[in-house]
């Protein structure tokens, strides 16, 4: 991940690309089977020195998140477009790197005795680990919800991360406005870690460099969509550039404007986008089906901002036309019967 040779560029030349790629993450189709996680961690953090990191995660919402109470600890931009201070996530925020007594119980002969224990990175019991509210939602009877927010690196068009690197070692690909870190040029400060609003950026304490999604370039430039996006087995994913207009994410950002991105506030301009989840009916106090829907109107507006709304009533509207046997080109898209349909020009195996 070597910035392009020549003279040390500014800031607004680092933020620059000719085109933008992006993901769409489908809210109602993700089912928090962790496949891209795995697929991500597999390919470029399973190592030694990252086991900490998930470059991409699945949490439950609402809930901590990943890393967690990520929206606690600042970082991005003002309403004003001025940098917000932000804090850097601990090793157990990122999700701790626990290891558990197989050997003991598994390979010694102590099954009937003894039980599969974690052990934290930092000793003892773990204090909190990657999912720990797994499922756990909110609400309450009879209408308890949650949802699975999938995250990763948003391969912003204004990225805080590359604002605040002291070292000039962040850039956007021009080809396709993947964010990269130059780790010849990081020297580990960390102030990337802190600026980015999402902490999509984790620190590798041994190698004393930031780390964080690339995006998987290496395939994106041999036109295989991304590892995370390539594995989910739910197609719940779509990838491609933003302004090819054939595309899936096009339609669904540019066109039907149905994906949006996540917490639009922090100012970065995030490029992985999300089509919002419609939850069941909510139950009344006698048991009785209601208009409403379990995932209250404020909690989807805290996640995605006031944008959110709009979306709902399209998708709505749009499934009703379905329910009432008409046609909606929305819904085929969204439910996308080959999954060559969701990756645009990255179809490629990868083989
Ligand atoms: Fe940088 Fe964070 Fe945006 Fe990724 S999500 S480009 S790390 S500011």
């Not at 991500?40 to 901590?64: F, I, Q």
């Not at 149905?258 to 919002?276: F, K, Q, R």
Request: aromatic share 10%.
């Amino acid at each position: 991940m070597k910035m392009p040779v020549g003279t040390v560029p500014s800031k607004q030349q680092l933020m620059q690309s000719d085109r933008q790629v992006a993901t769409v993450i489908d809210l109602n189709k993700c089912m928090g089977c962790q496949a891209c996680v795995v697929a991500c961690k597999n390919l470029w953090t399973e190592r030694e020195d990252a086991h900490h990191m998930r470059w991409m995660s699945v949490a439950t919402a609402p809930g901590p998140l990943y890393p967690r109470d990520f929206e606690k600890k600042g970082g991005g931009y003002d309403a004003t477009g001025n940098a917000r201070p932000g804090e850097l996530p601990t090793m157990v925020d990122s999700g701790d790197a626990f290891t558990f007594n197989h050997q003991e119980v598994l390979y010694e002969g102590n099954a009937q005795d003894k039980k599969l224990e974690p052990t934290s990175a930092l000793g003892g019991a773990p204090e909190w680990g990657y999912n720990w509210e797994e499922d756990q939602g909110a609400g309450v009877w009879p209408n308890p919800y949650y949802f699975y927010m999938p995250r990763k690196c948003n391969h912003c068009s204004h990225p805080a991360c590359i604002d605040a690197c002291s070292r000039n070692a962040i850039y956007k690909r021009k080809e396709d406005g993947i964010v990269l870190i130059d780790l010849d040029r990081c020297e580990g400060h960390r102030h990337c870690v802190a600026a980015c609003p999402y902490k999509m950026v984790f620190f590798n304490p041994v190698k004393q460099k930031s780390e964080k999604c690339i995006e998987c370039f290496p395939r994106i430039d041999k036109k295989i969509a991304s590892a995370c996006n390539r594995q989910c087995p739910g197609r719940t994913r779509a990838f491609g550039f933003l302004d090819d207009e054939n595309s899936l994410v096009h339609k669904l950002v540019e066109k039907y404007k149905v994906a949006i991105p996540l917490h639009p506030e922090y100012g970065t301009t995030p490029n992985v986008y999300y089509v919002p989840p419609m939850s069941p009916q909510a139950f009344d106090s006698d048991n009785n089906l209601t208009d409403e829907m379990r995932i209250p109107d404020s909690v989807l507006e805290g996640y995605f901002g006031k944008e959110v709304h709009k979306v709902m009533d399209t998708l709505l509207a749009e499934r009703q036309k379905k329910k009432d046997g008409g046609s909606s080109e929305l819904m085929d898209l969204l439910i996308s019967r080959k999954w060559q349909d969701r990756y645009a020009e990255f179809t490629n195996h990868p083989v």
